[in-house]
């Protein structure tokens, strides 16, 4: 099992603003992943990584960049934040796509 | 188009009811289903079926995945006001990505 983080874990800020969130696990997982849900819909992977320098997208387009310069470090960017943008963050890490676990999520709501 | 179909979207039931929640799949090179719970925040795991027929249990949850049909079912048996979650079927594919399905919202009823 691998302990994952996020933060913040809630984010309310204004248009046009540049946010990071962060993800971090302390397993040492090569797979991290970026999920994108919206309330009462599915989970949409928006962003993942096989391992150190490996970012790709998924399978929502998503404005968002990413990177991964250690392995235990996957911050997520919105170079300016829109209110399209507002919805749950959840990051996931495993050994493999079928054993991820997540981390609590970010709740973000951009005005 | 690859898709994860779940059914019932919700389902109130009262504790000491069985459950039986299903996950229909049209996936390119399937590899894998998964099962999750979630609750407030994120998604926590609970079953990964590969093969048709095999029987997996923890407790009073139990899952079962159909290839040929290309469908699994979640049962919860004895429900609890525990269970009351959102149950999400995943199915990974060939190019190692997972597609969601859009959950079942289940309510148990002291």
């Known amino acids: 099992e691998a302990d994952i983080y996020q933060t913040p874990r809630y984010l309310v800020i204004g248009t046009g603003k540049k946010i990071t969130l962060e993800c971090s696990q302390t397993m040492g997982h090569d797979k991290m992943y970026w999920y994108q849900q919206d309330p009462g819909m599915e989970l949409h992977l928006i962003h993942y990584?096989?391992?150190?320098?490996?970012?790709e997208k998924g399978d929502l387009s998503s404005e968002s960049t990413v990177s991964r310069i250690r392995t235990e470090h996957f911050p997520l960017t919105l170079e300016s934040a829109r209110p399209s943008h507002t919805s749950q963050y959840l990051c996931?890490?495993?050994?493999?796509?079928?054993?991820?676990?997540f981390g609590p999520g970010t709740r973000l709501l951009v005005l | 188009e690859d898709k994860v179909v779940q059914s019932p979207l919700s389902l109130v039931v009262h504790e000491g009811d069985t459950v039986t929640l299903n996950c229909s799949y049209e996936v390119t090179n399937f590899r894998s289903l998964l099962w999750y719970k979630q609750e407030k925040k994120a998604p926590t795991f609970l079953f990964m079926l590969?093969?048709?027929?095999i029987e997996k249990k923890s407790g009073r949850l139990s899952s079962i995945l159909d290839k040929k049909e290309l469908f699994s079912i979640l049962n919860i048996t004895a429900t609890q006001t525990g269970d009351s979650a959102v149950y999400l079927c995943a199915v990974g594919d060939g190019n190692n990505d997972m597609r969601f399905g859009a959950g079942t919202r289940l309510t148990v009823k002291p």
């Open positions: 990584s096989y391992g150190v320098n490996s970012t």
């Open positions: 996931a890490a495993g050994w493999a796509p079928e054993t991820q676990y």
């Open positions: 590969t093969s048709s027929g």
